[in-house]
């Protein structure tokens, strides 16, 4: 079976252009979460998906970024007038339908973004 | 409020020593915790992971943690490194109820020949 998959995996933008971020989700998984990884640094927390709803959109870093859930699986993450400051791997993890914390996250070897 | 704390970013071994990478947490209500490993230029995988079951919980790779709550540790070891074992490593606490988990901000395990 697949597991999540990120689209484009390496992403080379120049500043102040937009660029969107694709997730597969592994099937039938309902949580979603985006993550963005700066050289060095652990996990930043961007949003999290239940089904097509984010109730948890706390960790979006400004308004320039955005993510949208469609048929409960394929997430879109778009950051518009991109920054040099932006430039980070973006991770994309699933897992099941969650019962309270207990369901492991599987991620996707995410998109290297890099902002010139 | 549910917190991570993994001391030490980097950890140095030589190849067949012990590893021991630590993480403390806390929690106000039982957590559940997960220990990750992320290969360079890959994601996150999960190598083992804590739900209230047998305190001492092994993982893939021949990893193990223990729960000890009077500690509120969840401290990774594998007896004997291997070099293929270099990587970063990542503990997490997610509480009941809580749909995010918090990461840690990972250790890089090195290992020498």
């Known amino acids: 079976g697949a597991g999540v998959s990120q689209s484009p995996s390496n992403k080379v933008t120049e500043k102040g252009k937009d660029v969107e971020l694709r997730c597969d989700p592994i099937?039938?998984?309902?949580?979603l979460y985006w993550y963005r990884q700066s050289l060095g640094q652990g996990l930043e927390f961007l949003i999290y998906f239940q089904g097509n709803s984010a109730p948890d959109k706390s960790g979006l870093p400004s308004d320039r970024f955005s993510a949208e859930r469609t048929g409960g699986s394929v997430s879109t993450l778009t950051i518009q007038r991109t920054q040099q400051e932006d430039s980070a791997v973006y991770l994309c993890a699933s897992s099941p339908r969650d019962l309270g914390g207990n369901q492991p996250q599987h991620f996707g070897d995410g998109t290297r973004l890099s902002i010139l | 409020a549910q917190s991570v704390t993994q001391l030490g970013s980097h950890v140095s071994v030589s190849e067949g020593a012990l590893v021991l990478l630590r993480c403390n947490y806390s929690?106000?209500?039982?957590?559940?915790l997960f220990w990750y490993v992320q290969y360079p230029n890959q994601g996150l995988q999960l190598l083992l992971k804590y739900t209230s079951a047998a305190t001492l919980v092994k993982g893939i790779n021949g990893f193990e943690a223990e729960f000890k709550k009077s500690e509120t540790s969840f401290h990774l070891t594998k007896p004997s490194a291997h070099m293929s074992d270099a990587a970063e490593y990542f503990c997490?606490?997610?509480?009941?109820?809580?749909?995010?988990?918090?990461f840690g901000r990972g250790t890089s395990l090195i290992v020498h020949p």
């Open positions: 099937s039938g998984h309902t949580a």
């Open positions: 929690s106000s209500v039982p957590p559940y």
């Open positions: 997490a606490v997610s509480e009941g109820g809580s749909y995010i988990p918090t």
